[in-house]
């Protein structure tokens, strides 16, 4: 209903904007309008056949609102599966299953003949509302009147599944931290192109280079910016970036654990020690179809409700068709397999990466690995290159800077990672023949101390021995 007039200028907007995406629907026919006396607007729906239609745009809008279902960029291979594909899973489910409920009919009763088509409608809303029970036809239904024995059988699950199932994809959001910039680097399309491709490495290496030095210069100046909350300094460590990563994976293998465990007392909550997906797929496979019957996805319930007929009050008992368990039941069992399958591809990534960054021979094979490929001179045997390896690994890069490169090698192709690697060998390798040529230097300082302990520069002394000072004293002024 559009009635322009009585809002503010702010909704009047919005309002001419919803008017104009409904005469959008009205053109494709989806939609018809119509125009009372008092000039108020109303559209509805054009015909039956129009609900398809409507319902793609209805996904497909909602899917776009959501910020992270239509987002692009590199992740790592574990955190797409489960910051997105998981994510966008569950919330299309939700959606779905949100359609059935309320633009569909979820539940069906079958009443008694005396009931007009209002009691009809009542008894449905009330028993889709309030907990239906399951009651096997084997079982009498007197075996059920207890209190306690009928709160075991109800089943209260179908009405919160859209919520369920969003809470559990906002679960699965949550842990991802992105390294979005450098990542972005990587996965330019435009690599191919030497220059990019050579212009990326350089950037690339100045700020790696960049990040690295400030961390060991903050080491070597012993500096802790937080003085009291002394945990927040980990930040300026030189392993925060793995700290993170590692922290994040860890994370995700708990939510998958969590939101298992929770998947089970969301639709056993009376249940002691039943597992609901091993129970269900042992049932499955070995055949047995014992399972449908068990009251987990019941197709037929029962629902009690009483109502006041001349002052009196009569309880009535109807047997209801719960449609919406048709999609229920496969989406929990896939939802409880694809848990599984995540988490067991978790934690062996989550291995695989503890391998990789606390194991020195792995760390050493990766980077010699690149450093043959690349065009500087380097002899895997020599004893001595295996030394400036070490250094290269522990005083240059870090744990963060091996981590960063490994991270790069997955999104990266192999000569990419292999000339950003050289690039900064040859930077580390530029470093530490300056560092001893400066140690070199440092050796003459004793000679200008004492230079300086004598004040001045003897005129009988020796032109050698003059030049030699002064020459000293050069030294120190450039330093």
């Excluded at 497909?60 to 992270?68: D, I, K, Q, S």
């Excluded at 950037?203 to 909350?229: D, M, T």
């Excluded at 989406?331 to 599984?340: G, R």
Aim: glycine share 4%; charged share 20%; aromatic share 12%.
């Amino acid at each position: 209903l559009i009635t322009p007039s009585v809002v503010s200028e702010r909704l009047k907007v919005r309002a001419s904007l919803a008017k104009a995406g409904l005469r959008e629907l009205q053109a494709k026919g989806l939609v018809k309008c119509i125009v009372h006396h008092g000039g108020q607007v109303v559209y509805t729906r054009a015909t039956k056949e129009a609900d398809s239609g409507l319902f793609e745009m209805f996904v497909f809008r909602v899917l776009n609102a959501v910020p992270y279902s239509n987002e692009a960029g590199a992740k790592d291979v574990i955190a797409s599966l489960h910051s997105f594909l998981t994510c966008n899973l569950l919330v299309g489910l939700a959606v779905l299953v949100s359609w059935k409920q309320f633009g569909g009919k979820p539940i069906e009763c079958m009443v008694p003949t005396d009931f007009t088509s209002a009691w009809v409608q009542y008894a449905e809303n009330y028993c889709w509302s309030h907990d239906t029970y399951f009651l096997p036809f084997s079982k009498p239904a007197a075996r059920i009147s207890d209190s306690s024995d009928r709160s075991e059988a109800q089943i209260s699950y179908y009405q919160w599944m859209p919520f369920f199932l969003l809470f559990e994809a906002a679960c699965f959001r949550l842990p991802w931290m992105r390294v979005g910039e450098i990542l972005r680097l990587v996965t330019d399309e435009h690599n191919t192109v030497p220059e990019i491709r050579n212009e990326n490495i350089e950037a690339l290496r100045i700020h790696l280079q960049g990040a690295l030095r400030f961390q060991k210069r903050l080491k070597l100046k012993n500096l802790s910016p937080h003085k009291i909350l002394r945990c927040l300094n980990v930040k300026y460590s030189t392993y925060y970036v793995t700290l993170i990563y590692f922290i994040a994976k860890l994370a995700f293998l708990l939510n998958v654990g969590l939101q298992t465990k929770l998947l089970n007392e969301y639709l056993l909550p009376h249940a002691n020690s039943s597992q609901f997906g091993f129970d269900v797929w042992q049932t499955l496979w070995s055949g047995n179809s014992s399972w449908k019957e068990n009251g987990l996805f019941p197709r037929v319930t029962l629902c009690d409700f009483e109502v006041r007929e001349m002052g009196n009050i009569q309880t009535h008992t109807v047997q209801c068709v719960l449609l919406i368990n048709i999609f229920t039941e496969k989406i929990f069992i896939l939802l409880w397999a694809w848990y599984v399958f995540l988490g067991t591809l978790t934690a062996l990534n989550m291995f695989s990466w503890m391998f990789a960054m606390f194991s020195e021979t792995s760390k050493e094979h990766f980077i010699i690995n690149h450093l043959e490929m690349c065009e500087a001179q380097f002899d895997r045997k020599s004893a001595d290159n295996r030394e400036h390896v070490v250094c290269f690994i522990d005083k240059y890069l870090g744990l963060d800077g091996v981590f960063l490169l490994r991270l790069i090698a997955q999104h990266a192709d192999v000569v990419f990672i292999t000339e950003l690697i050289g690039a900064l060998w040859r930077s580390h390798y530029e470093i530490e023949e300056q560092r001893k040529a400066l140690k070199k230097m440092n050796r003459v300082l004793p000679l200008l101390r004492s230079g300086e302990e004598e004040g001045h520069v003897s005129p009988d002394m020796p032109s050698s021995r003059k030049q030699s000072i002064m020459g000293d004293r050069k030294v120190c002024n450039i330093l």
